[in-house]
């Protein structure tokens, strides 16, 4: 049974998506939030995936999954949102986000992409053309390895390990590299 925590400000997308996953074989809902402060409390429900919409009162998604991913590691978050093609698959792997997916894929996409974060895959678009477009532009050369890195999905301590650097400069490094590259919407 994969337990699914549902973050996302909008009452109504919220009860359309509880109503979808709970008639989904295999699926619960174990808790519903609106914001980052109820989804921080739900983790006592013991999810295993949060689904996460990108844009919340208050804070983002990218700074929602991180303080999830902080609190319990073994979460696997799903960011689903409208804007999931406008740059922010990229950021979400940087934030240790497992999958994005955009709000108008089809219900079988959304119950298909739940099921590969639980098990330990990720669901990315491209985003080869992303790293190459904001490598050029914003990132400084220091950084692109790290962000290469990350990108293919390496985790932080085999970042740490293969540049040599200390935990807390990864953590560093990779919170400057959020603040460029989050997506500015609406």
């Known amino acids: 049974m994969i337990r699914v925590l549902v973050v996302d400000d909008h009452p109504a997308m919220r009860t359309g998506l509880n109503s979808v996953l709970r008639r989904e074989p295999g699926m619960v809902v174990c808790a519903l939030a ?8 739900a983790v006592e429900h013991d999810p295993d995936v949060a689904l996460v919409d990108y844009h919340l009162a208050g804070e983002d998604g990218i700074a929602l999954c991180q303080r999830l991913k902080k609190q319990d ?3 696997r978050v799903l960011l689903y949102s409208a804007h999931a093609r406008q740059g922010l698959a990229l950021p979400a792997r940087l934030a240790g986000a497992d999958g994005v997916l955009d709000k108008g894929a089809p219900a079988h996409d959304l119950l298909e992409a739940i099921r590969t974060v639980a098990r330990g895959d ?3 678009p491209e ?3 992303e790293l190459v477009r904001v490598g050029r532009s914003r990132i400084a050369e220091h950084d692109l390895p790290l962000l290469g890195m990350l990108a293919d999905g390496a985790n932080r301590d085999e970042v740490s390990l293969v540049m040599h650097m200390q935990p807390g400069e990864v953590e560093a490094r990779v919170e400057r590299l959020l603040e460029m590259l989050k997506p500015r919407i609406g």
């Open 34 to 41: 609106a914001d980052g402060a109820e989804a921080i409390a």
């Open 73 to 75: 590691l073994e979460l």
């Open 122 to 124: 990720s669901v990315f």
């Open 127 to 129: 985003t080869a053309p």
